[in-house]
């Protein structure tokens, strides 16, 4: 970061806080990095200082109630013009995202993330204008009726470096998540893909403008000092955050929210263990070792549901199994790292791991050249080494890095299991014509069951499909929360979403939703114990 003089002020991007892009109040600047050259990217952005974030909180307070009284309506047509507006700049937005991250501009950016970047948006709008995701619950003969509403202040986004559209702090399923239950906002972009972000805030603003909804609705700051967050997250306008990062950042930052007493969703740490069957090994070791390279590879190994712990007994076949993957694992790395900290950060885990006593197969050093590329990584350990200390194998990396365990039989597999942390996700690989592999796997799914958020079979984890049915999220530390998702609409709408209760109030007091006439009429509303799109 670069300090301010005055020569600088006229070059420096402007904030969006207050209805507006307006100059930023900032003691440094920073800027992006071309993680493919390594160089730094014009132009420069601005380190706030707490002056815009209170500003951006003045504003926003003022707007809650109004927010929370606007209608489903002007939600959905504040969200679907907004996907209408991204569509027209999709390649402008493409070109510096994958500018800003390296990431495969067509197969990532283009057919990837940026469909899910509108598909959420869409279907967001949808379960507004349907309603059904409030849960409106009535019992006619004691006249109390409830239903899920706004909490009442501003949710605050943190936005994660590895998915620049997906995730934004402008655009990602947070804010879809925040608008749609009817709350103003305040993002905090990445520094890794600051400029991808402020070409989506140009959109949203226009997108406000269209809708009807008041310009301050959404303020964007592209960085503050760690202070400043602690700071923001304690403020009393602030009902909720949503936080997607590092364990270390999350656990300081969740600290924080939680002597305010806010509500903290965080997305913090995540191996997800993937576990191979004795017979399904046989036969389809190079397949299966493939398969996992792919997917520990994706994006450069910089998803949260990288696998990142490939378990399995140890007998002649699952040998077999590891040379291929070291033959897999010897293969050029096709990506970049987002930044040096990710590439300083995966250095550090390969040091820890060998520390701990992990076995080095493959990799385990940068790569020389411009941009920012490491060796894929593999090591190995035995489950006995595992069990002794678990917690030092269990720490994610960015990168393709992934360590394979050895167990002797299937009770050690089960110990392994029994010993992770809570993930966001876990596989586990059988031949479904092995009555062996189908006894092992009784025994050991109700133990994985409750370690993760969502448990596969016989398919790798890195796919996160935009689906009512989707969760994300999972038990500590990949999140502080297990019961509540980042994807899936509208589950994710009910992190920011309280309970409204109405006790013997009139119907023409009561919000649309509990009146006797379905709003809709295809709403759901659960009804004297039944669900029912009828009115009353």
């Known amino acids: 970061m670069e300090n301010e003089s005055s020569s600088i002020k006229d070059d420096v991007e402007p904030v969006l806080v207050g209805g507006g892009f307006r100059p930023a109040s900032f003691s440094e600047t920073f800027q992006a990095y071309n993680p493919a050259t390594g160089e730094k990217l014009p132009p420069l952005y601005p380190v706030s200082s707490w002056r815009d ?8 307070r003022q707007l809650v109630p109004e927010l929370a009284s606007t209608s489903p309506e002007k939600r959905a047509r504040f969200l679907s013009l907004y996907a209408d507006l991204l569509e027209k700049r999709r390649l402008e937005i493409i070109s510096r995202a994958y500018l800003e991250t390296a990431l495969p501009a067509e197969a990532r950016l283009n057919q ?10 869409r ?25 899920y509403g706004p909490l009442g202040g501003v949710v605050v986004i943190f936005s994660p470096n590895n998915f620049p559209l997906a995730f934004n702090a402008v655009g990602g399923s947070d804010l879809v998540s925040a608008i749609a239950t009817g709350h103003p906002v305040i993002g905090k972009a990445h520094p890794g893909h600051p400029g991808t972000t402020k070409l989506m805030a140009e959109c949203l603003l ?20 760690s202070e400043d967050g602690f700071r923001l997250v304690s403020q009393p306008e602030v009902a909720a955050i949503a936080f997607t990062g590092s364990r270390k950042a999350g656990l300081k930052l969740k600290e924080a929210a939680d002597r305010a007493g806010k509500l903290f969703y965080a997305e913090m740490s995540s191996v ?30 910089q998803f949260c549901t990288k696998p990142g712990l490939a378990i399995f007994i140890d007998d002649e076949n699952s040998r077999i199994f590891l040379r291929h993957l070291r033959q897999v694992y010897a293969e050029p790395p096709s990506g970049y790292l987002l930044s040096p900290a990710v590439q300083d950060n995966l250095a550090e885990a390969i040091a820890r791991l060998k520390e701990a006593g992990a076995e080095l197969l493959i990799g385990g050093q940068p790569l020389p050249g411009p941009g920012f590329r490491f060796e894929p990584t593999l090591f190995a350990i035995s489950g006995e080494n595992f069990l002794e200390k678990p917690a030092a194998f269990q720490t994610e990396a960015f990168g393709t890095l992934a360590v394979a365990i050895l167990v002797k039989e299937a009770s ?15 596989a586990i690989y059988y031949s479904s014509s092995s009555t062996a592999d189908e006894k092992l796997y009784r025994q050991l799914e109700p133990v994985v069951r409750l370690k993760v958020g969502r448990l596969l079979n016989n398919k790798m984890p890195t796919g996160v499909a935009v689906s009512p049915a989707m969760h994300h999220g999972g038990p500590y530390p990949a999140t502080n929360h297990p ?10 709408f009910l992190r920011f979403a309280a309970r409204h ?12 939703e509990l009146r006797a006439k379905n709003p809709t009429g295809r709403m759901w509303r659960l009804i004297d114990g039944a669900w029912t799109t009828e009115d009353i």
Not at 112 to 121: D, G, K, T
Not at 127 to 139: G, H, K, N, Y
Not at 206 to 225: D, Q
């Open 123 to 147: 279907q967001a709008a949808a379960a507004c204008e349907d309603r059904s995701w409030c849960q409106a619950t009535i019992d006619t003969r004691l006249n109390i009726r409830s239903k």
């Open 501 to 512: 209760c109405y006790d013997n109030v009139s119907d023409e007091y009561l919000p649309e």
């Open 483 to 492: 019961g509540f998702t980042s994807v899936g609409i509208p589950s994710s």
């Open 112 to 121: 990837s993330e940026f469909p899910r970047l509108i598909n959420q948006l």
């Open 53 to 60: 974030l209170e500003l951006a909180l003045k504003e926003s």
């Open 272 to 301: 997800n263990p993937v576990f191979f069957l004795p017979d399904l090994i046989k036969g389809k070791a190079g397949f299966l070792a493939s398969e996992l390279f792919a997917s520990c590879s994706s994006g450069s190994g």
């Open 412 to 426: 050690e597999m089960i110990k392994v299991a029994e010993n992770l942390e809570g993930n966001l996700t876990a």
């Open 206 to 225: 226009e997108a406000l403008r269209g809708s009807g909804l008041p310009l301050s609705t959404v303020h964007m700051l592209y960085h503050f000092s």
